[in-house]
């Protein structure tokens, strides 16, 4: 089915990822050709899960990637700049491409969407596009998203995890988030007890990618430490 820019069997093209090394599509990834034997994983996100300013081996996908790679192939179908608009229709167009059974979502912030025009772009915060949304209005478009990723996961059968890069919206119960941490905060580490082996030195010095604008390679680490420690039992 092909509907306007939505397809279930075309994964919309990535023209935002310059000087990376990515497949014929613009993805951090290998090419869609799918062979049989294992379950596809799907990484959706905006350019902190692209890796944007990170080697190969150091943004987080790279070291989620890492687990149970006997039974699971993961796809970084991640897009810098991403809103969680484009995060719905990228999945969607995984659906007879990939046949995704576990999607993993690390959500932008609310403020961005997507603005489907002769070319899709995307809208940030501050665009004078969406100089009449709210908190309240950011919030509703992120649930509508989580909805139909939800739902995708229903119809299609799959495992749905869900992460967040900078912060972490009001979510609704019995959905499996990692709501305690994000990349943005995962770093430095701050125990919240205060007994024997807790974590209290002092840490100053930003961990910043090699771009000079993103999180770093302890940020990186550290994130997919937390998330693996939280789902790795059902990554299978």
Not at 25 to 53: Q, W
């Amino acid at each position: 089915m092909d509907i306007g820019h939505f397809s279930d069997k075309g994964i919309p093209v990535n023209n935002y990822a310059e000087g990376m090394k990515v497949n014929s599509l613009g993805y951090r990834c290998s090419e869609f050709n799918v062979p049989d034997g294992k379950k596809n994983v799907v990484i959706l996100g905006c350019s902190h899960t692209f890796g944007v300013g990170h080697a190969e081996e150091t943004y987080w996908v790279a070291h989620l990637s890492k687990h149970n790679t006997k039974l699971l192939r993961y796809w970084n179908l991640a897009s810098p700049g991403c809103s969680a608009d484009r995060m719905v229709r990228i999945l969607y167009g995984t659906e007879k491409v990939l046949f995704p059974k576990i999607i993993i979502c690390c959500w932008p912030i609310t403020s961005r969407r997507e603005h489907l025009d002769k070319i899709p772009i995307h809208l940030f915060g501050r665009d004078k596009y969406l100089k009449f949304e709210t908190d309240s209005t950011d919030h509703q478009n992120f649930l509508k998203n989580l909805f139909f990723v939800q739902k995708f996961a229903e119809y299609n059968q799959a495992k749905v995890f869900h992460c967040f890069a900078e912060e972490i919206p009001s979510l609704p119960a019995n959905i499996n988030a990692m709501d305690y941490a994000t990349l943005k905060s995962c770093w430095p580490p701050w125990d919240q007890h205060l007994g024997e082996g807790s974590r209290r030195e002092r840490i100053t010095d930003p961990n910043i990618a090699q771009d000079g604008v993103h999180y770093g390679e302890k940020h990186h680490l550290a994130f997919a430490e937390l998330f693996l420690s939280k789902f790795s039992s059902k990554l299978k």
